[in-house]
């Protein structure tokens, strides 16, 4: 056991700006220094080596699942399905309970205490990886029963290789995970209470899940919008294939599954029935609302035990906030069909993709912008709230969460205002492709509004959806540390969004000029090239992460902020350009041809594998200024991932080898596994970086607040 050790910052108000870049000292005296502040520990290693291991259990645990589940319908062997059959549906749902593991190993994580007590640390995690997995299997069955039953999902899965359900039962799956992360988070007196604690909020929050998926059932099955989907009749120009990954039809949809689609389309529908009948518009819509619901009932556990903060909280943004938001992107954003067309009808999954990657961001900036509950009687003025020692007595606390106010209200409108803006700018994108000459024409010929409507081109919505995303996680970052003049606020996320937003646009023609050299982006995305969409979706995302946390924070000037900002915005571009290069020379085929040609596969496996190297840089820059501590921390991660994919390729990928399964059966399932899985390890190294001060490691110490 090590002694406990102060590894905060020595605050100096008096630090430069370069010393503050270096920061010698403390990197070598501290964060290197002293065993119990650095993220290289010998506990770290053994832990990851322990994960690989666990995913590899999980594997086997899935395979068994299925086949006790599955062998009524066909279900043979995971390996045989994933690199055989190419059963896209397994490949989805296999990929999300990976990430699912992932999500539970990176909360039951937090606070515990590696190099302090490590008995605690590792027991820790044998034990909560066991209750999350079962507890995982267990909600997939009740939700099945009580949410998705109307889905038949193992057998969809199996018999119809149905990506629309399987993309329902990974949204559930996801968000019950997201959930139980965030229960297992933090630290309690002990195993039994911290698993005790664990349960409650787990089990109330998959309460809240299924009632809202059950409701949003509900409303799409409404006369109104069951009247406006049936009288509409399929024509050839609004088919349903859309341009899959597969290059044909929808992915992953089977004849059976159209055949299905037809059958079930008589009468009344809803947005579940649709995604039964294999209508994979319908699956992702329901996906992205599942998870943006589990973000939403996350979030409270993160800030308190108030059950009455909680189901404010929670009832309010989901009875309120988010219709708000669904109607701003259905009718402004979506202009060119409502949201019953394109989903229910022309089973636009494009459109869904864009719809609902906006609903995700709805929930990481209202997540973002809640810190803390308070008393009734203190919530506009000095915040007070004392949380019982007592587990039941903290849930029944009288307290309301602190975001009724004009700082979470500017939050919202920026955010509506940004994803408006993201538009305008991808429009431009596309005005100016041939030109500035050209552009004047391209405006009165080219219709976005148009593109993002019409079902046989996903590759433009897809992208859209990625770039605005990315913009809003840049007002994520901004709007973690609100001032509290509500006027000083509303100016310093309008003038830190105008940045980032300019940031991200170098990134366009990063994408255009330098990632993808060889390939005409905006060209190839206007022929539907998924491929060349789902790369440079991974390329946005990633650029989004790192503004998010580069914009995170306080207590420099706005010149100094801005250079930091710039500094590591570079930084952090230029190793994403390495390791793409470096990941284009580990791959044994022609990346840049795949992508051209259409090869979805090699798209998604590039396109995740940036999102996750960006999330692994990230975190060190929201905690540490000192370039020192920051490079050799991402470079350790760099070598992670790329030992993670040959890890994936040996023991959770059987049979031909990944890059044979993404160049030459363009196997685009077997890239979102290995995407998954990496990305998943970028999250669970976010553990490995302590933050300075972190109380586990100095009884005397407060967490280290990013907004001081």
């Given at each position: ?54 995913l590899v259990v999980a594997r086997w645990m899935y395979d068994g699942y299925m086949r006790i589940r599955g062998k009524a319908h066909g279900f043979t062997t ?87 359900v399987a993309c329902v039962q990974a949204g559930a799956t996801l968000a019950t995970a997201i959930i139980f992360s965030a229960s297992a988070s933090g630290l ?17 929050g998959q309460v809240f899940l299924v009632i809202y998926g059950n409701l949003v059932d509900v409303v799409t099955a409404l006369p109104m919008v069951s009247a ?481």
């Open positions: 056991m090590t002694t406990l050790a102060n590894c905060s910052y020595e605050y100096d108000t008096a630090v430069t700006l370069g010393d503050a870049l270096i920061d010698v000292d403390f990197a070598m005296n501290i964060v290197y220094g002293i065993y119990a502040c650095t993220p290289f520990k010998w506990e770290y290693a053994v832990n990851l080596l322990l994960v690989v291991v666990w995971l390996a045989n399905e994933l690199t055989k059959k190419d059963n896209p549906a397994l490949a989805i749902d296999f990929a999300s309970f990976l990430l699912s593991i992932c999500l539970i190993t990176r909360g039951s994580a937090d606070g515990l205490q590696p190099a302090i007590d490590n008995a605690r640390y590792f027991g820790g995690f044998v034990l909560y990886q066991a209750v999350g997995c079962v507890t995982l299997l267990v909600a997939r069955v009740l939700n099945d029963a009580l949410m998705l039953r109307k889905v038949g999902s193992v057998e969809a899965m199996i018999k119809e290789s149905s990506v629309a309690e007196p002990n195993f039994a209470e911290g698993v005790g604690a664990t349960m409650i909020y787990w089990a109330i406006l989907s049936t009288e509409l009749v399929p024509t050839g120009g609004a088919s349903s294939s859309g341009g899959g990954p597969d290059g044909g039809d929808e992915p992953g949809t089977s004849t059976a599954g159209a055949e299905a689609s037809t059958n079930r389309r008589k009468g009344a529908t809803s947005i579940l029935k649709e995604a039964a009948a294999g209508n994979v518009a319908a699956g992702l819509s329901i996906f992205f609302d599942l998870v943006h619901a589990g973000i939403v009932i996350a979030a409270p556990i993160y800030v308190g035990y108030s059950v009455l903060a909680w189901l404010v909280y929670v009832l309010t943004t989901l009875l309120v906030v988010s219709p708000v938001m669904h109607l701003y992107l259905d009718h402004i954003i979506m202009r060119g069909a409502s949201y019953t067309t394109n989903i229910l009808h022309h089973k636009n999954w494009g459109a869904a993709v864009l719809m609902g990657a906006q609903k995700v961001l709805l929930a990481f900036v209202l997540m973002y912008s809640y810190r803390e509950n308070c008393s009734p009687s203190t919530l506009y003025a000095e915040c007070i709230i004392k949380e019982p020692d007592e587990m039941l007595a903290a849930l029944a606390i009288v307290s309301l969460p602190n975001v009724f106010t004009w700082q979470v209200l500017f939050n919202m409108l920026l955010l509506l205002l940004l994803i408006g803006f993201a538009k305008f700018v991808y429009f431009l994108r596309l005005a100016f492709k041939d030109g500035v000459g050209n552009a004047a024409e391209n405006m009165r010929q080219y219709s976005l509004d148009e593109t993002l409507a019409d079902p046989n081109n996903n590759a433009v919505s897809i992208s859209l959806a990625a770039y605005t995303f990315a913009t809003g996680l840049a007002a994520v970052g901004i709007v973690t540390c609100p001032d509290e003049n509500p006027g000083l606020h509303a100016g310093f996320i309008l003038l830190w969004t105008a940045i980032g937003s300019a940031l991200l646009f170098v990134a366009f023609v990063i994408n255009d000029y330098i990632l993808l050299i060889k390939i005409s982006n905006t060209d190839m995305l206007i022929a539907n090239n998924l491929a060349v969409a789902t790369f440079e979706a991974g390329s946005f995302l990633a650029c989004g992460a790192i503004l998010r946390t580069t914009l995170t924070g306080g207590g420099y000037s706005i010149g100094d902020g801005l250079a930091l900002t710039c500094i590591y915005w570079l930084l952090s571009q230029a190793l994403l350009l390495v390791f793409a290069y470096v990941y284009r020379f580990l791959t044994f085929f022609d990346d840049w041809e795949a992508l051209r040609t259409g090869n979805v596969a090699s798209g998604v496996s590039g396109g995740i594998t940036l999102v996750a190297l960006a999330v692994v840089m990230s975190y060190p820059i929201m905690y540490y200024s000192s370039i020192i501590i920051f490079l050799p921390i991402t470079l350790v991660g760099i070598l992670a991932l790329m030992i993670v994919r040959q890890l994936v390729d040996k023991f959770l990928m059987p049979g031909d080898s990944l890059d044979h399964e993404i160049v030459n059966d363009k196997n685009w399932g077997a890239a979102l596994i290995e995407g998954a899985v990496a990305l998943g390890i970028a999250f669970i190294s976010n553990n490995y970086v302590p933050p300075p001060g972190a109380p586990f490691v100095s009884e005397d110490i407060d967490y280290f607040d990013v907004c001081d």
